[in-house]
């Protein structure tokens, strides 16, 4: 064995405290996100919620149980992010399977579905999400309308297998398109709304090379020099293909409201606004036709 692992079975107290002090080893961990993190990990070995782990400090852990949690507090702080090394992440409420195919869904983006739910009337009839990743925001909309034809592409196949495991495990239905953009939709309906979280952080950004991002994909990420490349040919592809009042959302980087903008305005599109995320943040920027 070696020196970080236990011969005598932990109590949940101690074991906490050994996952506290591995994770805040690695520097890309915050003091709050070890704590947060050493519990999560524990009570998905143990199959508890949180507050069991907090009224039972002192029970033991079986030495499996002991084995298990070891790994994966060995896992996370080699960098894994939690959602890979679980295979899962909570968005609007639903467990969504994440792979290192997918983007890991973010609590920003459940924003850009609130807004687009303030926007989604009666009438609307049809929407898509580019670069659905995990599904994340497709699934989270149809979840919300069900009547509502809802359509989500990626140009990574993979990443649509997760996508639609993801979408029968919360029986909602979303048709799964491989495509780039909106190249593969020449014809009539047009859409009433067209949403996406696509890859807007600058090819040679730092960040890039940070924290969990090192794990996702780069395709899900970076978008040329600025970070606006995938943006800019999302507003320009989805103008004509929105109905008259059909909305465009898009979230972006905190710095990029102001081009989005821009962007918008020069493509046409009227009742252009940002939103700001928890941090109080620009977010995500939209736009009626
Ligand atoms: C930032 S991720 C967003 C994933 C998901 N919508 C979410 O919010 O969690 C961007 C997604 O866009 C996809 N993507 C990148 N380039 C694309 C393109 N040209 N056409 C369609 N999808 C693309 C990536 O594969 C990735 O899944």
């Not at 890309?28 to 704590?35: K, M, P, T, V």
């Not at 699934?139 to 069900?146: R, V």
């Not at 700001?276 to 943040?281: C, R, S, Y």
Request: with cysteine.
């Amino acid at each position: 064995m070696s020196a970080h692992q236990h011969t005598d079975e932990l109590s949940i107290n101690q074991a906490l405290a050994w996952g506290y002090a591995q994770l805040i080893a690695n520097k890309h961990i915050s003091s709050d996100e070890a704590r947060f993190e050493a519990q999560h990990l524990l009570c998905e070995v143990l199959k508890v919620n949180r507050a069991h782990i907090l009224t039972w400090p002192e029970n033991r852990l079986t030495q499996p149980a002991q084995s298990h949690y070891e790994s994966l507090i060995k896992e996370r702080k080699a960098g894994k992010p939690v959602a890979y090394i679980l295979g899962y992440r909570e968005f609007w409420g639903l467990k969504l399977g994440v792979t290192a195919e997918t983007l890991i869904p973010r609590p920003d983006t459940e924003i850009l579905v609130t807004e687009a739910l303030k926007r989604i009337t009666p009438k609307s009839k049809q929407l898509i999400d580019l670069g659905t990743g995990s599904g994340a925001i497709a699934i989270a909309l149809a979840k919300e309308n069900p009547k509502l034809i809802v359509i989500a592409t990626d140009v990574h196949y993979p990443t649509l297998t997760v996508a639609k495991n993801n979408a029968n495990l919360h029986q909602v239905k979303v048709s799964f398109i491989q495509c780039h953009w909106l190249e593969a939709f020449e014809t009539l309906p047009k859409f009433d709304m067209i949403v996406s979280n696509p890859p807007y952080i600058e090819t040679e950004d730092q960040y890039l090379q940070q924290g969990d991002l090192r794990y996702e994909p780069i395709r899900a990420l970076a978008s040329g020099d600025d970070g606006l490349d995938a943006i800019k040919q999302i507003i320009q592809e989805s103008y004509p293909k929105l109905q008259s009042k059909g909305w465009l959302l898009l979230e972006h980087g905190y710095n990029q409201a102001e081009a989005v903008r821009s962007l918008l305005a020069q493509e046409g599109f009227c009742h252009i606004e940002t939103i700001k995320d928890f941090a109080q943040h620009d977010r995500v920027s939209l736009g009626q036709k």
